[in-house]
């Protein structure tokens, strides 16, 4: 355990100390992505007693770039975008995160995401810190070639900051294995020679891992059946899910628990979801989702997003976005297990609603961490120059994920904490070790 704090002053930058109540609750006052994170990360320190100069440390990212891209675009003007690179902390490896494109992102949700990824890695004990990048733009409304203008550019900009041994980026919201195939050219063509090990989430053939595609899926299902187990929420594998989501997480782990036998009662997109109390057949609503790009029309009763959360079922695997379950609907919710499969998307406020309710969490930073575990084995791949058999990534992915489920459980169990606190602590911990073992540098 990292050396319990001695208590120190108030001060903003060290008020991790703040009481909590019988139950924690996370104090926050509205839905930032990067308030929400630090209202745990505190809770957590101060249920760790963590050294209060560690504190310091963890709860600041290491640092922040802003560049400035200009883009030529098709009409032949020049376009500046915006895109951030933040690194988070360093203790445990390479910096490692995901870069976003989206009109909305800002330099709070970067920094959040940048912190869930180290808490994240340190959670399946993958030897990476955490870093998040993101581009201010709407990529819906840009052509192809514009978009790998504007990559290859991003990367020209950070490019001094990344590195297999430095920040390995991946794919994230709007972004895909075409762009991580831009991110790698454009690395090895500044380096002069192919390095594939620069960025995770690539295609197969140029470096990618088999798995990787569906690893986030199969880990969200993974902790489905440990914590079902464990808590005796269900018969085996009889359990109802109801899904919000079905791209890369909630397609993937609706199609594996339907695989598995559970009765996958309700599913969403963007447009909204259908439900069906006798349990949906998956593989037809993902063809249909295929071909008609959306779930309207198929089979079952129709609902909204919001309504889906609140059907009645033994676990919602919210695998859409952040801020679903807030303090607004928490008291609705009717699941007895929540996993969550999207970052963030139960909002700080929700937290003491649900605890006090009885509803058992998997944490995003555990429940979502299929990605990253299978984006270390790309890594070690890419390095190795030798690539791995699909069912040995599986099999590798299942027992780390159900190593770090049954670490989270027992932090749970011996600090008589939610298990989101208990991720949490679990993360900070292993990264606190570190810190404290490397030192301070000059
Ligand atoms: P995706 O784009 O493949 O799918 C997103 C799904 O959510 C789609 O079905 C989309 O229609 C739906 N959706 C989008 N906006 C919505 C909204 N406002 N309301 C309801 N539904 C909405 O994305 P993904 O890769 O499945 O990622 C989903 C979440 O999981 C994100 O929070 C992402 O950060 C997180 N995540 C993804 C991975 C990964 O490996 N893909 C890993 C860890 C975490």
Not at 47 to 55: A, E, Q, R, S, T
Not at 116 to 136: D, Q, S, Y
Not at 324 to 349: C, D
């Amino acid at each position: 355990m990292p050396r319990t704090a001695a208590k120190k002053s108030s001060s903003p930058q060290n008020n991790h100390h703040a009481q909590s109540g019988p139950i924690e609750t996370p104090r926050v006052a509205k839905e930032n992505p990067f308030e929400s994170m630090l209202a745990r990360f505190d809770l957590a320190a101060e249920k760790l007693g963590l050294d209060p100069d560690v504190y310091q440390i963890l709860r600041r990212p290491d640092r922040e770039l802003t560049v400035s891209l200009p883009v030529r675009m098709d009409n032949g003007r020049i376009r500046v975008f915006t895109g951030f690179r933040v690194q988070h902390n360093i203790a445990r490896g390479p910096y490692k995160g995901g870069i976003r494109y989206s009109k909305d992102v800002t330099l709070d949700e970067v920094r959040a995401l940048a912190a869930w990824m180290t808490w994240k890695c340190a959670v399946v004990n993958v030897p990476f810190g955490g870093a998040k990048g993101g581009v201010i733009c709407d990529p819906q409304k840009m052509s192809t070639g514009e978009l790998e203008r504007l990559t290859r550019r991003y990367v020209a900009a950070i490019t001094d900051i990344i590195g297999p041994d430095r920040d390995v980026p991946a794919p994230d919201m709007n972004t895909n294995e075409q762009t991580m195939a831009w991110v790698m050219d454009t690395y090895s063509m500044q380096k002069r020679h192919t390095v594939t090990a620069i960025v995770t989430g690539k295609p197969v053939g140029l470096g990618g891992s088999l798995g990787r595609r569906t690893a986030t899926g199969f880990g969200v299902e993974f902790v489905t059946n440990e914590a079902i187990r464990r808590w005796k929420i269900a018969k085996p594998r009889k359990a109802t899910v109801a899904v919000q989501g079905s791209g890369n997480v909630g397609g993937i782990a609706a199609e594996r628990y339907h695989e598995l036998g559970y009765k996958v009662v309700a599913l969403s997109d963007v447009h909204g979801g259908v439900y069906d109390p006798k349990g949906l057949d998956i593989p037809k609503a993902m063809a249909h989702l295929q071909k008609k790009r959306s779930l309207q029309g198929f089979p079952g009763q129709r609902v909204t997003n919001s309504e889906l959360l609140e059907l009645p079922c033994d676990v919602l695997v919210p695998a859409a976005t952040e801020d679903q379950i807030t303090a607004e609907n928490a008291g609705r919710i009717r699941a007895k297990l929540i996993v969550e499969g999207a970052n963030g998307p139960t909002a700080a406020s929700a937290d003491a609603i649900l605890e006090e309710k009885g509803v058992i969490v998997i944490p995003d930073i555990l429940a979502n961490a299929g990605g990253v575990t299978v984006s270390y084995f790309e890594w070690v791949q890419d390095r190795q120059g030798f690539f791995w058999q699909l069912d040995e990534v599986n099999r590798r992915l299942e027992e780390m994920m159900v190593a770090a489920f049954h670490d989270v459980v027992d932090f749970h169990e011996r600090f008589k904490v939610s298990t989101r606190i208990a991720a949490y602590m679990l993360g900070v911990h292993r990264t606190a070790q570190f810190t404290l073992m490397r030192g301070i540098y000059a």
